[in-house]
């Protein structure tokens, strides 16, 4: 087979990654600056016009094991999750996680992009700064004119396409009728300290046409460009370096888009500058390879180091994720026989959607959520435990949330081992792990498994918290009018005689009273976490920006400590975590990163 794609020797501007934040910062360059050529270089394939990436109904599908629009990264069996080994999947296309995520709209506090400013000296990357570039990139069509929204952006926020579904209903029904002091609102991600313990209307990056909003149909395909290449099945093997300078990019065509393409390695020239942009996962990954990060692992990888960079793939960050299933009214509509991939419910959907853009394949399932963070009397109720975690990161910051909490139209999981019924489940996102990981190359081939640590439930207030959100959430869902029981096998273990055991059948009523729960409980409650705890698909932080001597690998301005002429913008630059479905701040750092490097290059945006 001859090469999939006829690349120049030479370009201006050479990506490494072609993924939500290089789709945005590359377009807005190519923009402003016709005369400049760019490059952008993705592993993945590309995503125009198909319909897994244009129908959001479809986004189960991105998680099968045959896709090839993820890449699934496999970390080290650990004891903290009961010797499993967790599965991290990330957008491998063009437009990456924008293109195959689950579109909620879910955007962090003030206080996480201060942070970043205050804490770790990022000067130009508060609040102040972040959000208006949030409100550039939107288009919120629930209410253009809403505070920290924005009205014409590439970027649609609608609540979809399909009606709001009765277990959501339920959900912001119930929930502040039961958490007296967490009313309902029409503003869940209004940046600040209102949109906290409150249940809200969930948006989502779906436009009110039902299409999905993504970066790729959004920044880059709607346009014809003459300077500007995005180019699908590249994979990037390394940068190139020459006296601390890096000059280019060393690629192949990527055997797993093309797979009859020659595995010959090629190169070609940046004049002005290489970004690497190819997530939390792959930037430390080609960094290493390239020879800049901590020593011992590139001289275990037979690289010669260019650049000593401890930081490189440290830090690693998610957002640990508890998806309890419970059975649902029969008569309730769900997601599940979208899940199953049911030819009955596909056939009328797609003919629905093609129609109109309405129905359950302009959805997602997810309709209704809240940002929780215990009132001073509760913290009693998590522990002496969680004091510690508490004091460094939530007391003094009142707008972070502990977790997001939801309740799902259905089981977005593999169902085979399952009769084919009806779900419900309560998802329960940790805003702010504690724990850490790593990720490293292992050696030096390009398509080799890295050496990678989750971290997951490694440190134990990240336990403690989940452990509460399990309590939360079951007393919501045991009150809803679609609630039929628990999933035994899917939750804690408790003893047949403890009150805390799994009894109902039904919903219960409003004003019954808590479930009670010993130590014991607490003991079953916290195995269970540890068996069952996954990703919410949030990887970031491998590269923090923040100083060299505290880790870090990016100055404020992106450029990789070290060497000159490459920089990093994507979700691996974050030095600390934010409370957000991570397509927000992706968009805020893609954002971000062309106003930065429109200004090097002596010019506006």
């Known amino acids: 087979m001859s090469a999939p794609h006829s690349i120049e020797p030479e370009y201006d501007l050479v990506f490494a990654g072609g993924g939500t934040a290089a789709c945005i910062t590359a377009t807005r360059l190519a923009t402003a600056f016709p005369e400049l050529k760019i490059l952008v270089l993705e592993s993945g394939p590309t995503t125009k016009d198909k319909p897994q990436h244009i129908q959001p109904g479809q986004y189960i599908t991105h998680l099968m094991p045959t896709s090839k629009t993820m890449q699934f990264w496999e970390s080290k069996p650990s004891e903290h999750v009961a010797g499993r080994s967790i599965v991290i999947p990330s957008g491998r296309c063009i437009g990456g996680g924008s293109s195959v995520n689950f579109m909620l709209y879910n955007r962090p506090a003030a206080s996480d992009f201060d942070d970043w400013e205050n804490e770790f000296g ?3 990357w508060s609040s102040k700064e972040l959000i208006p570039l949030l409100e550039k990139a939107e288009t919120y069509e629930i209410d253009p004119k809403k505070a920290n929204h924005g009205s014409d952006g590439p970027l649609k926020v609608s609540h979809g396409g ?23 609102s029409d503003e869940g991600n209004g940046v600040n300290l209102a949109s906290i313990n409150v249940f809200y209307k969930m948006p989502k990056w779906i436009a009110s046409n039902g299409r999905r909003s993504d970066v790729a149909h959004n920044y880059v395909y709607n346009k014809e460009w003459k300077n500007l290449s995005v180019l699908d099945g590249c994979l990037v093997n390394r940068v190139l370096i020459k006296d601390g ?18 595995q010959d390695i090629r190169t070609v020239t940046a004049r002005k500058l290489v970004i690497v942009s190819a997530g939390a996962m792959g930037t430390p990954l080609i960094l290493e390879r390239s020879g800049v990060g901590r020593k011992d692992i590139l001289e275990k990888a037979g690289i010669p180091l260019v650049a000593e960079l401890p930081g490189v793939g440290e830090n690693y960050q998610d957002h640990a994720f ?17 899940f199953r991939g049911e030819p009955a419910t596909w ?23 809240i940002k929780m963070r215990p009132r001073p009397d509760e913290l009693a109720e998590l522990g002496p435990d969680f004091t510690e975690y508490w004091n460094a990161t939530f007391a003094n910051k009142p707008d972070k949330p502990l977790f997001w909490l939801s309740a799902l139209a259905g089981l977005p999981a593999d169902q085979s081992a399952l ?26 081939d390009p398509y080799a498994s890295p050496d990678f640590e989750s971290g997951f439930l490694s440190k134990p207030g990240d336990v403690v918290a989940l452990r509460w959100g399990y309590k939360k959430a079951r007393e919501l869902i045991r009150r809803l009018p679609a609630f039929r029981g628990a999933l035994p096998p899917a939750h804690p273990q408790f003893a047949a005689d403890s009150p805390a055991a799994l009894t109902e ?23 269970y976490l540890r068996q069952f705890v996954g990703t919410s698909w949030h990887s970031l932080g491998t590269c923090a920006m923040k100083p060299r001597e505290e880790g870090g690998v990016v100055d404020s301005k992106l450029n990789v400590y070290g060497v000159k002429n490459l920089k990093i913008a994507d979700l691996s630059i974050p030095p600390s975590n934010v409370n957000s479905n991570t397509y927000s701040t992706t968009v805020a750092i893609g954002e971000k990163a062309a106003l930065i490097l429109a200004a090097e290059l002596g010019g506006s945006l």
Not at 169 to 174: G, H, L, N
Not at 245 to 258: M, S
Not at 422 to 444: E, N, T, V
Request: hydrophobic fraction near 35%.
């Open 122 to 124: 990022n000067k130009g």
């Open 162 to 184: 399909a009606e709001t579904l009765d277990i959501a209903k339920q959900f912001m029904e119930i929930g502040p009728k039961f958490e007296k002091d967490r009313p309902w």
């Open 245 to 262: 300078v890096a000059t280019g990019v060393e690629y192949l065509f990527d055997k797993r888009v093309y797979e009859s393409s020659p």
């Open 322 to 338: 508890a998806v309890t299933p419970y059975f649902a009214d029969p008569e309730t509509t769900t997601f599940d026989s979208i």
């Open 347 to 369: 056939g009328p959907l797609l003919e629905q959607w093609a129609k109109d853009g309405t129905g359950l394949m302009a959805a997602n399932g997810v309709d209704a959520a």
């Open 419 to 444: 009769p084919p019924l009806k779900w419900l489940s309560s998802g329960c996102m940790l805003g702010y792990p504690q724990s850490r990981g790593y990720l490293h190359i292992s050696s030096s």
């Open 505 to 527: 059948k039904g919903p219960i009523p409003l004003d019954a009273p808590k479930v009670v729960y010993s130590a014991e409980d607490d003991k079953a409650i916290d195995t």
